[in-house]
C-alpha cells in the first residue's frame, strides 16, 4: 500500500512539474525550437563529453540557422537565444534585462563588478565608470610604453625564422600592462606571478567547460568532480597571492593619505598630477574614502575582473591581429607604413590622442574584432517581464546572444561576410550599415567597461611589433578553429615566423 502511495505521489508530482512548465514556457509556443542533439527523459545532454571545438561549433550553427530569436531547451528549461541585431539591441540596452544568467554565478568574485548581480552592479559600476575616463587612460600610455619595449626585447632574442605562439608573448605583456595599471609595476616582480596567471587561466577553464555541462550545474554534482578539486586549489593560490598585494597595497594608500605624501617625486606641479598613472587599486581605496565605500571583499573581486578581463582582452586581440598581419601581407604594408609615418622611432611621443592618427590601423583593428569578438557569446537574463518581436516574456528568462555569428551575418555584412577586409569600416560602408551589427565589446549598460583601455593598449603593442618585425604564418584563414570559452580562443597555436626589420 505504501508503495503504491509513494508510486502514486511521484507520478503526481511530475504532472504538476510538467504542468507549471507547461504554462510557464506558453508564451514561446510559436518560437522555433533548435533541434537536441542527444535527448533522455525529455533532458538535452548533447553537449556532455564534447570538445570545447564540437560545442563552439554547434552553438555557432544554432545561432546561424535563425533570423530572430528562438528557443534552446537546457535539461527542463528553456534559454531564448537572439540573433537578430536589433532584437539584441533591445535586450542588451534594456534596463530590465541588466542581470547576468545564472551560470555566471560559477565564476565567483561574485562582489565584482563582471559577475555581480544588478543591485551590487549597479552601484559599482556608477562609481567605476570614471576610472576609465580619457585622462586616466593617457596617463597609463606610459606603462603600456614600459611593457612594450619589454616585449619586442624578449621577442628579439628568438631566432629569425624560428616559429612562436604570438599568445604567450602578448598575454605576458598584457598581465604586465594590468598588474601595472591596477596594482603598480612593482607586482611583476614577484614570485608566483607566474603561477598565478596559469590559475587564473585554470580557473575560467573549469568555468567555461561547467557552463555547458548541465549535469554540472548542481553544486553537490560538481564536488564530486576531479575539476571541482583543482578549481577550489586554484582558486585558493590565487586569493592567497592576490590577497597579500592588495593589504599591501591599503596600508601603503593609508600611510600616503596619513603623511600628506601623495608623490613619488619632487614635481609638485598640477602636470605632473595630471600625467602620473592612476593606479585603479588606488581609485578603488579613494573611493572608499570619498563616495562609494568598497569593502575589501568588493576591491579584491575588482582586481580579480580586471586582471583577467584586461589579460584576455588585450593579450588575444593583439595575438589574433598579429594572425591576421601575417596571414595577409597585403593589409600588414598598409598598416606598417601609416605605423611608420606617424611613430617612425620610439622617441616619437605615444598619447591616447596620437593614437587617433592611425586611422587605416584603427579600422584593421575593428575588422580583428569583428572577425574575433572579446565574448563570442553571452547571456542575460529579465528580472520584470518584458515585450520581444510582439512576445510578452515572463520575468526569470534566460537570453543569450553570440557575437561571433552576428558579426558574420551575410544580409548585414554582404555576401563576403567572413571575408578579412578592414574596409568593411570605411565611413562609407558603415553608413549604410545597420547600427546594431557590430558589438566587439557587447552593448548596453553592462558592457565592457574596458573597452577603451583595451584599444589602446593593442594599438600601443602593434606599434611596438610592426615596428620591429615582419611577420610570417603557414596558417590559413579558412583553417582556424576556435574553443568555446568564456573569451574567444582558438583550438591551435597563434604560430607566427618573426622577420626583424632593417633599422633605417
Known amino acids: 500500500m505504501f508503495s503504491l502511495l509513494l ?36 533532458v538535452d545532454y548533447g553537449m556532455i563529453g564534447l570538445t570545447d571545438e564540437q560545442r563552439f561549433d554547434i552553438l555557432s550553427r544554432m545561432f546561424g540557422k535563425y533570423d530572430r530569436f528562438f528557443q534552446i531547451w537546457v535539461g527542463p528549461t528553456i534559454v531564448l537565444g537572439v540573433s537578430h541585431p536589433d532584437l539584441m539591441q533591445k535586450v542588451l540596452a534594456h534596463t530590465d534585462c541588466l542581470q547576468k544568467a545564472f551560470f555566471y554565478d560559477f565564476v565567483g568574485f561574485e562582489h565584482g ?38 616585449l619586442v626585447g624578449e621577442m628579439h632574442q628568438v631566432k629569425e625564422g624560428d616559429t612562436i605562439d604570438m599568445f604567450k608573448y602578448t598575454s605576458k605583456c598584457a598581465l604586465e600592462m594590468v598588474c601595472g ?78 603623511t600628506g605624501s601623495t608623490q613619488v617625486s619632487n614635481d609638485s606641479d598640477e602636470r605632473y598630477e595630471y600625467k602620473k598613472p592612476q593606479i585603479f587599486i588606488d581609485q578603488l581605496f579613494s ?67 596620437s593614437l587617433k592618427l592611425l586611422v587605416y590601423t584603427d579600422m584593421f583593428i575593428k575588422e580583428v574584432l569583428r572577425h574575433c569578438p572579446v565574448a563570442p557569446s553571452i547571456a542575460r537574463t ?63 549598460a553592462r558592457n565592457c567597461l574596458g573597452a577603451r583601455y583595451a584599444m589602446i593598449s593593442v594599438k600601443v603593442m602593434l606599434i611596438y611589433i610592426l615596428r620591429n618585425f615582419r611577420l610570417h604564418t603557414e596558417i590559413k584563414h579558412e583553417d582556424i578553429k576556435y574553443k568555446f570559452g ?13 622577420e626583424k626589420r632593417c633599422k633605417s
Open 486 to 498: 568564456m573569451t574567444l580562443k582558438m583550438s591551435t597555436q597563434h604560430s607566427i615566423q618573426l
Open 382 to 444: 529579465n528580472i520584470k517581464d518584458i515585450e520581444l518581436d510582439g512576445i510578452n516574456i515572463p520575468a526569470g528568462n534566460i537570453f543569450t546572444f553570440n557575437f561571433w555569428v552576428l558579426h558574420r551575418r551575410k544580409d548585414v555584412w554582404g555576401p563576403k561576410a567572413y571575408k578579412f577586409d578592414p574596409d568593411n569600416f570605411l565611413p562609407e560602408r558603415c553608413r549604410d550599415r545597420n547600427p546594431n551589427a557590430y558589438m566587439p565589446f557587447s552593448t548596453g
Open 113 to 150: 563588478v563582471f559577475s555581480a548581480k544588478y543591485d551590487l552592479w549597479k552601484g559599482q559600476r556608477k562609481a567605476l565608470n570614471p576610472t576609465f575616463n580619457l585622462r586616466i587612460l593617457n596617463s597609463f600610455v606610459p606603462i603600456f610604453v614600459t611593457c612594450c619595449q619589454k
Open 181 to 258: 595599471t591596477t596594482l603598480g609595476s612593482d607586482v611583476l616582480n614577484r614570485d608566483g606571478k607566474d603561477a598565478f596567471l596559469k590559475h587564473l587561466e585554470d580557473i575560467f577553464g573549469f568555468i567555461s567547460r561547467r557552463m555547458l555541462g548541465i549535469h554540472l550545474y548542481f553544486d553537490a554534482v560538481y564536488k564530486l568532480t576531479p575539476s571541482y578539486r583543482k578549481e577550489m586549489y586554484a582558486r585558493k593560490e590565487c586569493v592567497v597571492f592576490a590577497s597579500k598585494i592588495v593589504q599591501e597595497k591599503k596600508e601603503a594608500f593609508r600611510l600616503t593619505q596619513k
Open 7 to 42: 508510486l502514486i505521489s511521484l507520478l503526481l508530482g511530475i504532472l504538476l512539474v510538467r504542468e507549471y512548465l507547461r504554462r510557464r514556457h506558453a508564451f514561446a509556443k510559436d518560437l522555433p525550437v533548435a533541434a537536441r542533439i542527444k535527448e533522455i527523459l525529455g
Open 287 to 353: 573611493m572608499s574614502d570619498n563616495s562609494r565605500a568598497f569593502t575589501d571583499e568588493e576591491i579584491l573581486h575588482n582586481v580579480f575582473v580586471m586582471l583577467v578581463a584586461g589579460n584576455d582582452t588585450s593579450g588575444l586581440a593583439v595575438a589574433h591581429a598579429s594572425l591576421f598581419l601575417a596571414m595577409y601581407q597585403d593589409i600588414q604594408e598598409k598598416v606598417y607604413p601609416e605605423i611608420i609615418e606617424h611613430f617612425p622611432t620610439e622617441n616619437t611621443p605615444v598619447t591616447a590622442e
